[in-house]
C-alpha cells in the first residue's frame, strides 16, 4: 500500500476494514499486519486461494469474500469503518454507479471510503512515445467508454505467457465518481492529484521515493494518481 493511502486511513488498529477488488490480498494483508479486522473482496476464487495461502503462511488472519464488487453481499451491510480501493481497480469497472452505493451500504455510519487510484488522465495517456517527447491522449477522458485492446502478459508479469489475452477496462472520468458518490450520500472530504504513479507505465518513467514519474517537462504538471475520502452519511439509497 502506498504511504497515501496509510495517512489517509489512520491509525486503522481495531478498525473494520474492506479492501475491494483485492487480487492476492497483499494490500489487504498490510492491513491487518497494521492490526485491522480485515476483509478482501474479489470475484477471482484463484486470486483469493492465494491470498488465503498467503494469510496462512503470514501467521495472519483475514476473511476473504468472492463477490463482484458491484453485487457487496447484503451480510457484509454496515459492516465496515473503512472501506479502501487501490490502484488498478476503478477501469475494470463498468457500473460506477452500483459500485459505489455498494460500498457506501458496507460502511457504518460515519465510516469512510478511501480509493487510491489511476488519474483518469493518466489512463487516456499514450506513453509509448515518451523518448521522442511524445505524449498523446489515446482513449477518451471521460464518459465511461470502452477501451479494448489485446495484449500478452499481465500487470503482474509482462513477459508471462497467456492464453486470454483480451483486455477489457472503462474510461471514467472523475466527474462520475463525484456524481456517483453524491447520488450515495457520501460526503468528500478529501480530493488530491499527483504526479506519481505506482507502476512504471512506461520505460521512460523515472523512479522516485514515492513511485514512478514522467520525465521532464511533464514531471510536475501531469496528474497520474488521484486520492478520495468519503464519509459515509446516515442514509445511503437501498440496493437497486
Ligand atoms: C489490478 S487488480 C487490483 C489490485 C489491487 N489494488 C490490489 O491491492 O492488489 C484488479 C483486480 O480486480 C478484480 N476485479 C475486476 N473486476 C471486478 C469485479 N467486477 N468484481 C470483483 N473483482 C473484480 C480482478 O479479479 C483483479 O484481482
Not at 492476492?24 to 477471482?44: E, M, P, Y
Amino acid at each position: 500500500m502506498s504511504d497515501l493511502e496509510r495517512s489517509l486511513a489512520g491509525d486503522v488498529c481495531g478498525k473494520r476494514l474492506l479492501h475491494l477488488p483485492c487480487h492476492l490480498g497483499v494490500d489487504a494483508l498490510s492491513w491487518a499486519q497494521l492490526g485491522a479486522t480485515t476483509t478482501g473482496l474479489d470475484f477471482s476464487q484463484n486470486a483469493l486461494d492465494v491470498a488465503s495461502d498467503l494469510t496462512e503462511e503470514l501467521g495472519l488472519s483475514a476473511n476473504w469474500v468472492c463477490a463482484d464488487v458491484c453485487q457487496i453481499p447484503a451480510s457484509l451491510e454496515s459492516a465496515f469503518d473503512i472501506v479502501v480501493v487501490s490502484h488498478g481497480s476503478v477501469a475494470w469497472v463498468k457500473d460506477i454507479q452500483a459500485w459505489i452505493e455498494g460500498m457506501a451500504r458496507s460502511l457504518v455510519p460515519g465510516g469512510r471510503l478511501i480509493i487510491v487510484d489511476e488519474h483518469p488522465l493518466s489512463i487516456s495517456l499514450e506513453t509509448e512515445e515518451l523518448e521522442r517527447g511524445v505524449l498523446r491522449i489515446s482513449s477518451p477522458l471521460m464518459g465511461g467508454a470502452r477501451i479494448e485492446q489485446i495484449a500478452r502478459g499481465s500487470y503482474a508479469d509482462r513477459q508471462q505467457n497467456t492464453n486470454h489475452n483480451r483486455r477489457v477496462g472503462w474510461c471514467h472520468g472523475l466527474a462520475e465518481l463525484f456524481g456517483a458518490m453524491t447520488v450515495a450520500n457520501l460526503r468528500v472530504e478529501h480530493f488530491g492529484e499527483h504526479s506519481w504513479c505506482e507502476w512504471q507505465k512506461s520505460p521512460n518513467m523515472i523512479e522516485t521515493s514515492g513511485g514512478y514519474v514522467l520525465p521532464v517537462p511533464w514531471s510536475d504538471s501531469i496528474p497520474l494518481t488521484f486520492s478520495m475520502m468519503a464519509k459515509r452519511l446516515p442514509f445511503v439509497p437501498t440496493q437497486r
